[in-house]
């Protein structure tokens, strides 16, 4: 079967507007994303991203890692739907996890057989950040015609009635990886080894001479 990896990623991000045009690694932070995703086994890597005009610009750098595929940006679902055309796998991964594993990836990939829905987060024993989920297109079509929510492409997946299964962590931990604020992004920035408070201030300058 074939299947394809889909980074949902937007520009509109409340806590932290931009974040995925951050500088990070050498790259910004959805091409280290991409990066990582190109080392899932699946057939194809495609960046779902909305069809705003404040969108353009991440479309335009995505396009460096993947394919591009734009639609509704309130609508992730039907951006899920139209990202995985020709395909009978798609793993989920969102744009703010650029530290996540392409190894821990495969793994949930290689649980799929047998099942609609495969994760690491149900339950969660990875810390936030590492989140995967690969599902059937065939039921994310259900998941399209049936479900009311959508802007959270799984929630469907993971109440209605589909075989699922999980990858647990045997250790169990705690904690989180994922951007969402300053923070976050100075957290990551000291895994990466390179200064945060610099590259915060330069985003905020680009997003308000785009917005303006």
Same mark, same amino acid.
Request: glycine residues 6%; charged residues 30%.
């Given at each position: 079967?074939?299947?394809?990896?889909?980074?949902?990623?937007r520009m509109?991000?409340t806590?932290?507007p931009? +974040?995925? *045009?951050?500088?990070l #690694?050498?790259r910004?932070v $959805?091409g280290?994303?991409?990066t990582r995703c190109?080392r899932i +086994?699946?057939?194809d890597?495609?960046?779902?991203?909305?069809?705003t005009?404040? #969108?353009d $610009?991440l479309?335009?750098k995505?396009?460096?890692?993947?394919r591009?595929?734009?639609g509704? @940006?309130r609508d992730?679902l039907?951006r899920?739907?139209?990202?995985s055309?020709? =395909?009978d796998v798609?793993?989920?991964?969102t744009?703010d996890?650029p530290?996540?594993?392409? @190894?821990?990836?495969n793994t949930? *990939?290689a649980?799929l057989p047998?099942?609609?829905?495969a994760? #690491?987060?149900?339950?969660?024993t990875f810390?936030?950040g =590492?989140?995967?989920?690969?599902f059937t297109?065939?039921a994310?079509l259900i998941?399209?015609?049936?479900?009311? @929510?959508?802007?959270?492409?799984t929630? =469907?997946l993971?109440s209605g009635?589909? +075989?699922r299964?999980n990858?647990? #962590?045997?250790? +169990?931990?705690?904690g989180r990886?994922?951007?969402?604020?300053?923070?976050d992004?100075?957290? $990551?920035?000291?895994?990466f080894?390179?200064e945060?408070?610099e590259?915060?201030?330069?985003?905020r300058?680009?997003?308000? @001479?785009r917005v303006?």
């Amino acid at each position: 079967m074939k299947s394809v990896c889909v980074v949902q990623a937007r520009m509109g991000s409340t806590r932290l507007p931009g +974040k995925v *045009l951050l500088p990070l #690694n050498g790259r910004t932070v $959805i091409g280290e994303v991409l990066t990582r995703c190109a080392r899932i +086994k699946t057939d194809d890597l495609v960046c779902a991203v909305p069809d705003t005009p404040e #969108n353009d $610009i991440l479309a335009v750098k995505a396009a460096q890692y993947s394919r591009v595929v734009r639609g509704p @940006e309130r609508d992730v679902l039907t951006r899920y739907v139209m990202a995985s055309m020709g =395909f009978d796998v798609v793993m989920r991964i969102t744009a703010d996890c650029p530290l996540l594993c392409p @190894e821990l990836c495969n793994t949930v *990939l290689a649980a799929l057989p047998g099942y609609d829905y495969a994760s #690491n987060v149900e339950p969660r024993t990875f810390p936030q950040g =590492f989140d995967c989920e690969v599902f059937t297109r065939r039921a994310l079509l259900i998941a399209d015609r049936d479900s009311e @929510e959508r802007e959270h492409v799984t929630t =469907f997946l993971r109440s209605g009635p589909f +075989k699922r299964t999980n990858v647990e #962590n045997p250790w +169990k931990l705690d904690g989180r990886v994922t951007l969402d604020t300053e923070d976050d992004y100075r957290v $990551i920035c000291a895994a990466f080894g390179h200064e945060p408070y610099e590259c915060v201030e330069r985003s905020r300058g680009l997003r308000a @001479e785009r917005v303006a």
